[in-house]
């Protein structure tokens, strides 16, 4: 197999022939032979005059071959023979249930509700609404639209009202999948009373709602609009997959704006399928047969990317997990599933192992699990703190690979090719760019900054396929909010550096980046200082007004459990000083029971800021636990 940088210059100086031969792992309906529309710069579109169905393609080929379009020779992945194979697994830590579907099996679920969709008049660039706990039909569900030419839009189950009524209104759906609730070790969350506010709060609601009735809470349904799953599901014809255009929307995800109208972003069919297949293959090493796992949820663009589509289309056994990674029942919930399924990859938010580290510290629960298939634990969503990095490494024996992706490119732009080749890791970095990403470090005049300086992530177009073509309806925002700082490039909204080997470091978003008496300091250089102390379990730092300088950083640490607070913070303030030096102004820290946290995971620093700064801002429709926020106020304004 080529090397990593043969594969990266090829991408980069005939992208056209690089994705083209990418292209030839899956079944067209019409094969491409444009590759690449670039007769409308800034805006780029990957085979143009090519035709498919991604739910064909992950489902169908797999059962029976090439399905009408262009046949393969590898008997891997496309020339059937995978019918009886495991497709999906479905574990559910808080209910007791699991449940294995083969490819024939959720090929047989899906072809039913896509019949049960089209019955309802779902048909080709129709939109539908999923708002879904993490059950398998879910993922039938997401299939369906796919089968049917129809454009899912998934959004994370248990959003407030007013924020799917707004995705509602945006994307303006024929009909919403949901379910009657979600479940967590605690808790139940009744979906169906949320559903019925969003719908009524919307300009324009849906026909239909079809409802998945779980046994924890069974809902109301409300007449001539609401239909059971099982009832729909029992009278459905099977519907054939339906050809559609490689540009063709396949999905809209919603992502936040700075305007804080949600940024809806839109995944084509054909080159979101040929940036899974090679992604798959080349960073993550999965082949068919073997069993990966992203520990996210369906609602994110990982569990878009990496729990449905990219381990189907390439004929792999994905595992979709409801549960945490601790309290459900224990810090072993990962290692129990990953052991008992024969996981050989597991994805997850780097989030989830400092939880993990910090309740049982010692690695304890993972003694008992089988974990031998285990080859590798990919981290992504949230900078990677060395101090997590270490850990996991020690505890685990196998590469814990960092990677770098967002929401817009829908598949890694920075990561260790561990199925090309595995390159030396370095603590803080998520290695190198991938193929078709073209990243640059560029100052805010639009000049290059040299290596070890740090400025604007952007990335030359066209981006490769598998990247966001636009905005749903909102071509003028897409331009405005990525292509117009820098003419000529994506801005990816955060800030890092290359070293002299050519890795990339990412230190947050631009905005994370403050500046104090006249030097810029990125906020993740201190949190790595922080994190590096052997009493704190995770930690965010923000930038807060100074009555001299400008601004100056204040550090929010939570300690490992058992850990004194006695002497910490001038510990934590002389570390800063010795590791960044006097120029860090580095005074103010905190102890905190917890940090505030998006349901993905990620740390909300900017609500952090303005709460410090004394505005009022308002709670963000995406958090984990508004109480921790409650919590936090007091201390950030004092």
């Not at 500046?515 to 994190?531: C, D, K, P, Q, Y």
Request: glycine share 10%.
């Amino acid at each position: 197999m080529p090397r990593y940088r043969d594969i990266f210059d090829a991408s980069i100086s005939d992208p056209a022939t690089f994705w083209a031969d990418a292209a030839t792992e899956l079944t067209w309906t019409r094969t491409p032979q444009r590759i690449l529309d670039d007769s409308r710069p800034p805006f780029y579109r990957w085979f143009p005059d090519a035709e498919l169905n991604t739910c064909a393609n992950a489902l169908d080929r797999h059962v029976f071959g090439g399905s009408g379009g262009q046949e393969r020779s590898d008997p891997g992945i496309g020339s059937g023979g995978r019918a009886e194979q495991p497709a999906l697994i479905y574990d559910s830590a808080v209910t007791g249930t699991k449940r294995t579907y083969t490819y024939a099996e959720l090929l047989d679920q899906t072809a039913k509700f896509a019949g049960a969709l089209r019955g309802l008049g779902v048909g080709k660039g129709d939109r539908v609404v999923i708002y879904m706990p993490m059950i398998p039909e879910a993922v039938i569900a997401m299939l369906a639209c796919a089968r049917l030419g129809a454009v899912h839009s998934v959004v994370f189950g248990g959003f407030a009202p007013h924020e799917l009524a707004v995705r509602i209104d945006d994307v303006r759906p024929a009909v919403i999948v949901s379910a009657s609730c979600g479940i967590e070790a605690t808790r139940v969350i009744e979906y169906k009373p949320m559903l019925d506010a969003a719908i009524a709060m919307a300009s324009h609601p849906p026909q239909y709602c079809v409802v998945v009735q779980r046994d924890r809470f069974r809902c109301d349904l409300i007449e001539r609009r609401d239909l059971e799953w099982a009832e729909v599901m029992a009278s459905a014809t099977p519907a054939e997959s339906v050809p559609v255009a490689a540009t063709d929307p396949l999905y809209v995800l919603y992502t936040s704006g700075t305007t804080g109208k949600p940024k809806g972003i839109v995944r084509d069919n054909g080159g979101h399928a040929v940036a899974l297949m090679w992604s798959m293959r080349h960073i993550y090493d999965i082949a068919p047969g073997d069993v990966f796992w992203a520990a996210s949820d369906v609602g994110w663009v990982v569990g878009h990317s990496y729990i449905v589509y990219a381990p189907l289309l390439v004929g792999a056994t994905t595992v979709l997990y409801e549960g945490k990674p601790v309290g459900t029942p224990d810090p072993g919930a990962f290692w129990r599933v990953a052991a008992e399924h024969g996981v050989k990859a597991l994805f997850t938010a780097p989030t989830a192992i400092r939880a993990i580290r910090k309740e049982d510290p010692d690695g304890r629960y993972l003694a008992g699990h089988d974990l031998s298939a285990l080859k590798y634990l990919f981290l992504a969503g949230e900078r990677l703190d060395p101090d997590t990095y270490y850990w996991a490494s020690e505890k685990l024996g196998i590469p814990v690979i960092d990677h770098w992706w967002q929401t817009e490119t829908g598949w890694p732009v920075a990561a260790n090719p561990m199925g090309a080749e595995q390159l030396p890791t370095k603590p803080g970095s998520p290695t190198v760019p991938m193929p078709g990403y073209d990243v640059r470090i560029l100052h805010d005049d639009g000049n290059g900054c040299k290596t070890g300086e740090e400025g604007a992530i952007c990335i030359s177009l066209p981006l490769p396929p598998g990247t966001l073509p636009t905005l749903w309806n909102a071509e003028d925002r897409f331009e405005a909010s990525y292509l117009s700082e820098h003419p000529g490039y994506y801005l990816t909204g955060d800030g890092g550096h290359f070293d002299e080997d050519g890795y990339l470091f990412v230190m947050g978003r631009i905005d994370d980046v403050i500046n104090v008496a006249g030097h810029r300091l990125s906020t993740g250089a201190i949190e790595e200082v922080l994190a590096s102390h052997p009493s704190v379990a995770e930690c965010a730092v923000i930038g807060v007004a100074d009555e001299i300088k400008g601004q100056a950083p204040r550090g929010l640490v939570v300690l490992k459990a058992g850990a004194s607070t006695d002497g910490l913070a001038a510990e934590l303030v002389q570390l800063v000083r010795d590791q960044i030096g006097a120029v860090a102004a580095f005074k103010l820290v905190d102890v905190v029971p917890a940090l505030p946290k998006t349901r993905s995971g990620k740390i909300l620093r900017k609500t952090m800021r303005g709460i410090a700064a004394g505005r009022d801002e308002p709670v963000p429709s995406t958090i984990e636990d508004p109480a921790v926020l409650e919590e936090l106020t007091p201390i950030l304004r004092s």
